[in-house]
């Protein structure tokens, strides 16, 4: 997995940083053609989101295989502080029209 979300050719910090949200990693797990591009991105996520991924993934495939996502994700945990909490809600309520 780490391959291939590290891609690129460039240096991991010249590359682009993206937040990857629980659907995020479902989808590239999934291989959905449309997340191609983050694939070639630096990703950070928290550990509720990798949480979340692996119950959801239990629920479609063996335990063992989502595991292994979980793991693979795992790499690219971050702390998140409780002011980085607080501005993130704070974005989530500001732009809820963007919320699916």
């Known amino acids: 997995m780490n391959e291939t979300i590290a891609a690129e050719n460039k240096p991991v910090?010249?590359?682009?940083?993206?937040?990857?949200d629980?659907?995020?990693?479902?989808?590239?797990i999934?291989?959905?053609?449309?997340?191609?591009?983050?694939?070639?991105?630096?990703?950070?996520?928290?550990?509720?989101?990798?949480a979340e991924l692996n119950y959801n993934l239990k629920k479609e495939m063996s335990k063992?295989?989502?595991?292994?996502?979980?793991e693979d994700y795992f790499d690219f945990l971050v702390d998140i502080s409780l002011n980085?909490?607080?501005?993130?809600?704070?974005?989530?309520?500001?732009?809820?029209d963007l919320i699916m």
């Open 30 to 50: 999934r291989g959905n053609p449309k997340y191609n591009f983050y694939t070639k991105s630096s990703i950070i996520t928290a550990i509720f989101n990798l």
């Open 84 to 96: 980085d909490l607080e501005e993130a809600m704070d974005l989530k309520i500001k732009h809820k």
């Open 64 to 70: 063992e295989k989502a595991d292994k996502y979980t």
């Open 13 to 20: 910090e010249e590359r682009e940083t993206y937040f990857f």
């Open 22 to 28: 629980t659907y995020a990693m479902i989808e590239v």
